[in-house]
Every structure is written in C-alpha cells, then in structure tokens.
C-alpha cells in the first residue's frame, strides 16, 4: 500500500523529503490513507472516514500523560504482569510497538523498552512521537536512556536478541469494533492490519525471554497459539497472559 505523505508548510518541505526517503512513503495522492506533516506532529488520517480525525503519537501530554501521572503506577495490572520489583532494572522488548502507549508506561515505571515495529506507518508515527518526547524538560532524559524503536521483523528481532521480558498486544478482530475499537485504533488496524504471524511471534518471545512473556489480549479472545500461560491478570476488557520461564531475581541476588 502507497501511503502519501502531505506537507503544505514550505518550512517543513525538507523534513517531508527526507521521511518520504527514509520511509518509502509517496508525494502523490494515495487512495484510502495519506499522512501529514504538520509544525506540531506526523499524523495519519483515513481518507474515505474524515470524521475519525487524525491519529498521531504523543507521550507529553493528553490521555498519555495523564496515565503517567494517574494510572496506579506499579499497583497496574500491566506492572504486575510484566513482573516489576522494587530496584530491578528490566529490560523489556515491545515486539507489537504500534502507537507505543504501553510501552511508555513500563518505561516511565522505570523499565528499558525497545519497541519494535515492521509498518513503516506505525514506526513513522512513532519515531515522530519519540523524537519530540526527547526534547521535552520534563520526561525527555528518562525517556532517551528507556525507549528506543527498532524498525523490522519482530520475529527476527526476537531471534537474535535476548531480554528480560517480552511483551505482546497483536491485532486481533473485535466482535464489536465501533464499541471496542476506539476511533484512532481503527484507522491505525486499516493501514497496519492483522497480525497474523502472531502465533509464530509467541514462539520467538519465548525462545527471546529470560524470565517470561506478557501477552495482551482482548477479554474474549483465545490463548495466542492455543498455548495455555502460567497465569492471567484480567483488567475490565482485557487480560495479560503470563508465560514464566523463570523467577525474576530480586536486587538481593
């Protein structure tokens, strides 16, 4: 799919240029989904669905801040799934990257995430969310030395690389979209699509992780690759399933 990227500000046109090379992305007009380049952000719209708005990927401020600040910190059930401790540094990689808001909330929780994404869309939209979440006072030097993208195959990501925790939230269709779906995710599954290699990417986490593998998934949906976990820690429509290599050692051993 040709994804057009647009920039009407001439003060951008070269920034536009060199993400149109980096990317792959095209100056003409693609049919159902265009970027655009804007002074604020990089952002995604759906062309035959104007009304669903632009998506684009912010860690300063909006919902994803106010998590930051509000959303339970370790006492989340993402915190707990992942398996945080008091003084433990984890390192945590985010096969599924996509608009990159779990990741952010284990590294503001003090993990090192690599997020790893193979749309070139998602990864765009991301390393523009990323670059200026770099340079803000208030988060940008926790957030260079914890969240750095990775843009490929998470699968061959995964074999030639270990970490402490992988961590995955493939697409999965909703029995309900317009109920489930909130309206950005749907634009972002239209030009990302399925995940349909996800039952390979489970066997590949386990092969990557050292103590275990988080996986998110809607309330509803099977175990990924009809693999049973260790354990499930549900939330309102949602569970982690918890698959444990190994204890997680604590800062005494």
Not at 172 to 188: C, G, I, T
């Amino acid at each position: 799919m040709d994804i057009a990227l647009i920039c009407n500000d001439s003060a951008l046109s070269s920034t536009a240029k060199k993400l149109r090379e980096k990317w792959g992305f095209v100056n003409h007009q693609s049919d159902d989904f265009r970027l655009h380049l804007l002074p604020e952000h990089l952002a995604l719209e759906q062309l035959d669905d104007p009304q669903q708005g632009l998506v684009f990927v912010d860690f300063v401020s909006g919902a994803t801040a106010h998590r930051r600040k509000f959303g339970g910190g370790k006492g989340q059930a993402i915190a707990k799934a992942v398996g945080l401790k008091p003084g433990v540094q984890i390192d945590v990689i985010d096969a599924t990257a996509g608009l990159g808001r779990d990741a952010f909330v284990l590294a503001s929780l003090g993990c090192n995430v690599t997020l790893v994404e193979r749309s070139p869309v998602a990864a765009a939209l991301l390393d523009d969310g990323l670059q200026r979440a770099y340079m803000n006072l208030e988060i940008g030097e926790w957030m260079q030395q914890r969240m750095q993208l990775h843009f490929g195959s998470s699968v061959d990501f995964l074999k030639n690389n270990q970490t402490d925790v992988v961590y995955l939230d493939p697409m999965f269709p909703h029995k309900k979209k317009s109920a489930l779906v909130k309206k950005e995710m749907r634009v972002f599954q239209g030009v990302v699509g399925a995940d349909l290699d996800a039952d390979d990417l489970l066997d590949a986490a386990l092969e990557s992780a050292r103590y275990r593998v988080v996986v998110k998934r809607p309330d509803y949906a099977p175990f990924l690759n009809d693999k049973k976990p260790s354990m499930s820690i549900k939330t309102k429509k949602n569970r982690f399933d918890v698959y444990v290599k190994k204890a997680i050692p604590t800062n005494s051993e």
